[in-house]
């Protein structure tokens, strides 16, 4: 069975730094492009970053750019999001995601088929 | 602000179908695939409607999705009390190099 399992969450003082993680389990992990999306609280889902399955190519939305750090490690089957600079905005539900498709460029673009639970981040002083 | 735009709510009552509408831009919907997704806050979002319109192995057929142009709708047919969550659109900008999500639609079955 299917399994990603995020860790990593926490209570964080403004400026500080945080690396969530995602242990994926039960598909064959580095032939799949992987995502993170976050909701904060009383808000909606927004997609956070992305890393593709071959090139580890790395996407990251504005709100983020320049402060996340998506990486993989495929021998230990774990997707990674270093977060740095966290502000009161960042203060939300992380979850990391497969997509429904694997080894295609963008995969993403065609849907997240397994989610992991979540890991809560919250950032306050 | 989303670049996908959603209403904020839709309600029917048990048995009644109920559309969702998600509007966007050529830069996303207009060149790339929807995928909707049902998420009961607190738990792990799921995939409803890929590639616009195909559902994933158990989703109900109730369930439907379409797009034309800019635009792509869900339609929740037969709607039952376990319908009630948020739902969203999501697809690929090409212009962003990212993947967007709609500001979501809370369904209540009244």
């Known amino acids: 069975e299917v399994h990603l399992v995020e860790s990593g969450g926490g209570l964080v003082q403004p400026g500080g730094s945080l690396t969530l993680s995602c242990a994926a389990s039960?598909?064959?992990?580095?032939?799949?492009?992987m995502t993170w999306v976050r909701q904060a609280p009383g808000k909606g889902l927004e997609w956070v970053s992305g890393?593709?399955?071959?090139?580890?190519?790395?996407y990251y939305a504005d709100s983020v750019k320049g402060r996340f750090t998506i990486s993989r490690d495929n021998s230990k089957n774990t997707l990674y999001l270093v977060i740095n600079s966290l502000r009161a905005e960042d203060t939300a539900i992380y979850y990391c995601?497969?997509?429904?498709?694997?080894?295609?460029?963008?995969?993403?673009?065609?849907?997240?088929?397994?989610w992991g639970q979540g890991t809560t981040v919250t950032v306050s002083s | 602000q989303s670049v996908l735009t959603q209403s904020p709510s839709a309600s029917g009552t048990p048995g009644q179908r109920v559309t969702i509408s998600c509007s966007g831009s050529?830069?996303?919907?207009?060149?790339?695939?929807v995928n909707w997704y049902q998420h009961f806050p607190g738990t792990a979002p799921k995939l409803l409607i890929y590639?616009?319109?195909h559902r994933p192995s158990g989703v109900p057929d109730r369930f439907s999705g379409s797009k034309s142009g800019s635009s792509a709708s869900l339609a929740i047919s037969g709607l039952q009390s376990d319908d009630e969550a948020d739902y969203y659109c999501?697809?690929?900008?090409?212009?962003?190099?990212?993947?967007?999500f709609g500001a979501g639609t809370m369904v209540t079955v009244l």
């Open positions: 995601a497969k997509p429904r498709l694997r080894l295609v460029p963008a995969a993403i673009a065609y849907g997240m088929d397994v």
């Open positions: 039960g598909f064959t992990f580095h032939e799949y492009a």
């Open positions: 890393i593709d399955d071959n090139d580890g190519r790395t």
């Open positions: 050529s830069s996303n919907i207009g060149s790339n695939t």
């Open positions: 590639s616009n319109g």
């Open positions: 999501a697809a690929w900008d090409d212009s962003l190099n990212g993947y967007v």
